[in-house]
């Protein structure tokens, strides 16, 4: 088997030559074999004819020999060819090339036929004699319808045969050169068909390596030519869609490297095959597991959430703790063409907001149904108690109603609180702003809490900025603001104890504080006391009449003047207030919030 197209094609040049050279080769060799033996038949016919007209007619038997001396001395003899007379008994009577003592005799399938009286009879034989080859010619002669004689020639054609076969000879050699010259231009032929395609496939490998900067040359416009033109045409596409491939994963990779949302993908075995910043951000780890298996029991989701997707093929939704985070995974299971299970796509959320949201709208509902339900479950067994007969006692019952009294105001404060908070959250509050002076609005709110401080024999301070400080705001709200911290302070601090209150400005701000020496607040209430409900100790605010609200609603109306309350604290030391308002407030700086 010869394996290279090259090969191939040397042999078939090789046979072609081979098989042209030599049908041309028999054929001139035949053919010129024949016109020798041609020319031989016809110079012994003639030689024949003339030793017949010239001797046999001419001489008695006896002088036939004479005669064919003279004959030959004649100049009619050629070299080549011997003639001689035969008579009917077989005998040869007169020879052109021996004397009449040493005659041979011939006796040969052409002199037999001769002698059986055909008239003209020629026949070719081959003799060998000496290594001499011969062609023989027998004549009767017929005298009154009888053979009286038979004219026989021979004719040494050795030289002949000798220069046919060195014509054999030349033509075997010239074969051979031809053979040899044929191989050369077949190699050359062939280098130039399989060169362009070798390179060719040279060029394919390195395309298939990933090179994709190969083109051939074109050098003709055969076919080719044409395939190298198709194979440049074909690479420069290739590099074309891959480059734009290229771009378009560069795209997805940029789209997923700054997506917020955690992205992860495993493959059909399992493996990981794509984490992006986010995943890892949120997963807090700098190195995700390497498999689906893994990766789902080191986070502890639900078991089974693999198998189960397998077979539905279903998104699945899963949430679960990272550490302080909350995430929602969800598991989608994408397809191949072939509807195959390929591959798992894993997004991952940060829903610790929203986690944080439900947990503060659940507790929210229990603290709302928890503050009216004690103030309920008084106001219910006062009036069952007075129905039971109380109502008799004046004095009793009067005390009775009393607390059922407070106890409606109570749960009315806190319908109103949560009415107001509830506008703030929906938006539905705006604002009236007006220029309010500092000093004189302090003092007003002041002179209001008097009384709460008196009760308590507490010393409340004022001390005024001295000049004109105006700020802008609803009055009637940052009246509200500052009645709940001062009323706190007094609240929260003991009998005897000093309130301070004053203002004073930096660039941006004008602040109002209010500092007392009261129980403090701890470090862990601290960030929590502007929550809704949140109370430090829930038993002694609520016998003070607090809702738990007031902070919260403060730190509202502050924000939406765009503003904000701070908070500092010691405990057992005292609490410091502070009140900031923007300086150059605008409509925008209040609305923003
Ligand atoms: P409340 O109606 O209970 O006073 P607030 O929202 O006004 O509700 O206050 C929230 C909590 O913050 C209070 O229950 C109290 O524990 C704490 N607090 C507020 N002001 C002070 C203060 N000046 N000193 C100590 N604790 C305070």
């Given amino acids: 088997m010869m394996k290279s197209i090259k090969a191939k094609l040397i042999a078939m040049y090789l046979g072609l030559v081979m098989i042209v050279m030599i049908v041309c080769g028999s054929f001139i060799l035949i053919s010129l074999q024949n016109i020798e033996n041609k020319r031989a038949e016809e110079q012994m016919r003639l030689y024949t004819e003339k030793i017949k007209e010239q001797v046999v007619l001419n001489y008695e038997e006896s002088g036939f020999q004479d005669g064919l001396i003279q004959f030959t001395q004649n100049g009619s003899n050629t070299s080549q060819i011997q003639g001689n007379i035969i008579n009917t008994d077989g005998k040869t009577i007169a020879s052109t090339i021996s004397s009449r003592s040493a005659l041979e005799d011939y006796r040969n399938s052409v002199i037999i036929s001769a002698l059986s009286g055909t008239e003209a009879f020629s026949q070719k034989s081959r003799t060998e004699e000496n290594g001499d080859i011969y062609i023989e010619y027998a004549e009767p002669v017929i005298v009154g319808g009888d053979v009286k004689y038979v004219i026989f020639t021979r004719m040494n054609v050795s030289s002949i045969y000798e220069s046919i076969d060195q014509t054999r000879r030349m033509l075997v050699l010239s074969v051979a050169i031809a ?208 129905l039971d007969g109380a109502l008799e006692d004046r004095e009793t019952a009067e005390e009775f109603l009393t607390i059922i009294n407070n106890e409606a105001d109570r749960m009315s404060f806190l319908v109103r609180d949560l009415l107001q908070l509830s506008r703030f959250d929906n938006n539905q ?83 109002i504080n209010v500092e007392d020496n009261g129980i403090g607040i701890s470090k862990n209430d601290l960030p929590r006391i502007f929550e809704r409900f949140y109370r430090v100790d829930k038993a002694r605010s609520r016998a003070m009449g607090g809702t738990g609200l007031g902070l919260a609603i403060a730190k509202e109306i502050m924000e939406r003047h765009g503003g904000k309350i701070t908070v500092e604290s010691e405990m057992l030391q005292g609490t410091k207030m502070t009140l900031w308002f923007l300086k150059n407030i605008t409509e925008t700086d209040a609305e923003q919030e």
């Fill in 179 to 386: 053979f040899v010259l044929a191989a050369v231009m077949g190699y050359i032929f062939a280098n130039t068909i399989t060169g362009p395609i070798l390179s060719l496939s040279t060029k394919a490998k390195e395309l298939a390596r990933g090179r994709l900067d190969q083109t051939v040359k074109v050098n003709s416009d055969d076919e080719i030519g044409q395939l190298s033109d198709s194979f440049n045409y074909m690479a420069s596409e290739l590099s074309n869609t891959l480059s734009e491939m290229k771009k378009e994963k560069n795209k997805l990779e940029i789209i997923l490297h700054n997506m917020t949302d955690g992205v992860l993908s495993f493959d059909k075995s399992g493996t990981l095959s794509h984490c992006n910043m986010a995943a890892l951000e949120l997963l807090g780890t700098e190195k995700v597991e390497e498999d689906l298996e893994s990766f789902i029991n080191h986070y502890d989701i639900t078991s089974g959430v693999y198998i189960d997707m397998v077979d539905s093929k279903a998104t699945k939704n899963v949430n679960f703790w990272v550490g302080e985070k909350y995430l929602n995974a969800s598991f989608s299971p994408y397809l191949s063409e072939k509807d195959i299970l390929a591959g798992v796509v894993v997004v991952l959320q940060d829903n610790t907001e929203m986690k944080r949201l439900d947990e503060m709208r659940k507790e929210f509902v229990a603290n709302v149904s928890h503050e009216l339900r004690t103030p309920l479950t008084t106001v219910k067994s006062y009036a069952e108690t007075l």
């Fill in 429 to 511: 509050i705006d604002l009236s702003l007006s220029r309010i002076n500092v000093d004189s609005f302090i003092s007003e709110n002041v002179k209001a809490s008097k009384i709460l401080a008196d009760n308590k024999k507490q010393e409340l301070i004022f001390t005024p900025i001295g000049r004109e400080v105006c700020i802008t705001a609803d009055r009637g709200r940052i009246t509200q603001v500052i009645n709940n911290v001062l009323t706190n302070a007094i609240k929260y601090s003991p009998e005897g104890s000093t309130v301070k209150v004053w203002a004073d400005e930096d660039e941006k701000y004008i602040r």
